[in-house]
């Protein structure tokens, strides 16, 4: 609770409610009749004056980081609206548009009466505003401030940024130019915007969302003032930056001197990054500050969402202090204001026992170490590097795990597996290109995405890369035309003879190549069966017979519709004949009627799928 002081005048404002700051959107009264709530509770006392008076309450700076210039020209941005509470529902037609002057509410005090002195604009051209009109009354010279009916239901909304804006909303500029016009100070363009970085920003945008009230009463004939005083600073209790630190739980609360033990403090809202816990030291409802210079902070913490975690720090000077009396709490401090929780934690420290410690020895919380594990950061995940390193992979032949004490062992082995000739510069220089060597593990490495040499075999299309016909069918041999320019291969007449009977046993597995490897031609008449598909017979039946027709299948969903329409025709004709030719008295069978339909129908289908 705040209370200051000037001359009779007192003004309390409760900051320990849930205030908050909105929009003036939010509670535009053109709009539906909406209560978002962050009524401002207190009381203000008026002293006893003859005449009639004039209240005015406007927004006032208050400290706070980078707001020099803003205290010292005595302004802030934020709007003062006051809401017209009836009976169990907002009286919103009585409201004025919130604007640029209403950084001040006036108010006429007379007889116990208080009534509001609204300011119009053209916001509320065809609207009927009062101007003056009779918010509530006085109870012993005070004025409650509440969210009831009958009190002074007085919110803060802030005005949205120039780039935000519509050209006829009110904005932070406008509002700080018509405060300094107002007090006849300069409103040049330089020290607009000099007042207006005060407010904007991720450094110095929370400073909108904390203030003070400035309350005068003046003689209302001769204006001449009576009392002055301003409020204690009032904040948005749901922005984690400047509002209040409130904790819910903190366990465990015990640890021994020699430190170590995991402690968790819970918070009621979202906890900013730059809190801390901290320890203090008390004496019934005084802080010793004095002492707490023997006290070790924590240090090694971690801040979550709504928690923070923290491990007891080592205190070595305990032995020497007096605790008669005295009461060390647990608490957290934002570092930025240095505002510290209202809400305290009793926290004990016992001695270490050497010996056989209750904490340290016996494992009271768990039975592995105790530490911090790292946050998880949240955003865009991490390209992982292991995902783009060369892959390993170990040669599947057996003898492939024999150690080779030199690289060119290692190089002859794996062309050797192959079927590489040595001299064949081309395909050894891809072959082992990109291959890195382990030679403990005996592990040959090749990027992830590197083709196979089967694959580089056939896609190359290198004169010295196409293979002659084969002498063997085997993936260890691959005769190419550097082979021929060797010694190594000597090929005679009676060598291709004896390959030109063996491929006639060859079976003919290939439809579209000759067995010496060359094309064959395809009739136009077969130029058809290219675009078969051998995976199946029952497409074969398809593709190729004129003949056969597949048989439909039957399918209840598309047959349901037809059947119903079926039972429909069947119905109706029996019963227009059953009226024709029966007597007018005789009633109709339904049931009977209603089965032969539905059987007919059914039969009627049933031998339009069967033909």
Not at 197 to 210: L, P, R, T
Not at 499 to 504: E, I, P
Request: net charge neutral; aromatic share 8%; proline share 5%.
């Amino acid at each position: 609770m705040a209370r200051l002081q000037q001359r009779n005048l007192e003004c309390k404002i409760l900051t320990d409610r849930k205030n908050k700051i909105h929009y003036i959107s939010e509670w535009d009264p053109r709009q539906r009749a909406l209560t978002k709530g962050g009524y401002m509770e207190g009381e203000i006392k008026v002293p006893p004056y003859p005449g009639p008076m004039k209240l005015t309450i406007q927004t006032h700076p208050t400290q706070g980081k980078g707001m020099e210039e803003a205290i010292a020209a005595e302004v802030h941005p934020a709007l003062i609206h006051n809401v017209r509470m009836g009976l169990g529902k907002r009286e919103q037609a009585k409201e004025p548009v919130p604007m640029t002057g209403h950084w001040r509410q006036e108010y006429l005090i007379e007889n116990g009466r208080v009534d509001i002195l609204n300011r119009l604009s053209e916001f509320d051209e065809g609207r009927d505003v009062p101007t003056q009109d009779e918010v509530t009354q006085m109870k012993n010279n005070t004025i409650i401030l509440g969210r009831k009916h009958k009190e002074l239901n007085l919110i803060i909304v802030q005005p949205k940024q120039r780039t935000r804006a519509n050209a006829t909303e009110a904005t932070l500029t406008k509002v700080i130019i018509d405060r300094l016009q107002e007090a006849g100070k300069d409103a040049s363009l330089t020290i607009v915007n000099r007042l207006e970085k005060c407010f904007k920003g991720a450094e110095f945008g929370k400073n909108i969302k904390q203030l003070r009230l400035k309350v005068d009463l003046r003689d209302y004939n001769t204006n001449n003032l009576i009392a002055s005083v301003i409020t204690d600073p009032i904040c948005d209790n749901t922005n984690m930056h400047i509002g209040p630190l409130e904790l819910t739980d903190a366990s465990p609360l015990k640890s021994c001197t020699n430190g170590g033990r995991k402690s968790i403090i819970v918070s009621e809202q979202t906890l900013p990054k730059d809190v801390e816990p901290i320890f203090e030291i008390w004496s019934g409802d005084t802080q010793m500050i004095d002492l707490e210079k023997n006290l070790v902070q924590p240090i090694d913490f971690q801040i979550r969402q709504d928690s923070i975690i923290f491990l007891t720090p080592c205190q070595d000077r305990f032995s020497g202090m007096d605790w008669t009396n005295l009461t060390m709490k647990l608490a957290v401090r934002r570092i930025g204001d240095k505002h510290i929780s209202n809400k305290k934690f009793a926290f004990r420290y016992v001695p270490h026992n050497v010996q056989s410690c209750m904490f340290c020895s016996h494992n009271l919380d768990t039975e592995e170490q105790v530490n911090l594990k790292e946050n998880k950061k949240n955003g865009k995940r991490k390209l992982a590097l292991k995902n783009y390193k060369k892959s390993c992979f170990t040669c599947p032949m057996s003898h492939c795990q024999s150690p080779y004490s030199t690289k060119d062992e290692l190089e002859r082995h794996v062309l050797a597996v192959h079927g590489v000739d040595i001299d064949d510069s081309l395909i050894k220089s891809d072959l082992l290109s990109g291959v890195s060597y382990n030679y403990e593990n005996m592990n040959v490495s090749s990027p992830e995405e590197e083709p196979s040499f089967e694959k580089l075999q056939i896609d190359t299309m290198n004169e010295d890369r196409i293979p002659l016909p084969c002498l063997e069918m085997s993936r260890a041999t691959v005769i190419t035309r550097s082979h021929i320019q060797d010694d190594t291969y000597v090929i005679t007449a009676s060598d291709m003879t004896e390959f030109g009977r063996w491929t006639d046993t060859l079976p003919n597995i290939f439809p579209f190549v000759m067995k010496d490897g060359a094309p064959r031609s395809v009739p136009k008449v077969d130029c058809s069966t290219k675009m078969e598909d051998k995976t199946g017979d029952y497409q074969d039946k398809i593709l190729n017979s004129d003949k056969e027709k597949p048989k439909s299948l039957y399918d209840l969903f598309s047959c349901f519709p037809r059947l119903i329409f079926l039972f429909f025709v069947f119905f109706t004709l029996q019963i227009m004949a059953f009226l024709f030719a029966s007597e007018s008295e005789e009633e109709i069978p339904l049931l009977q009627v209603s089965s032969s339909s539905f059987a007919f129908s059914a039969v009627t289908i049933f031998a339009e799928y069967s033909v």
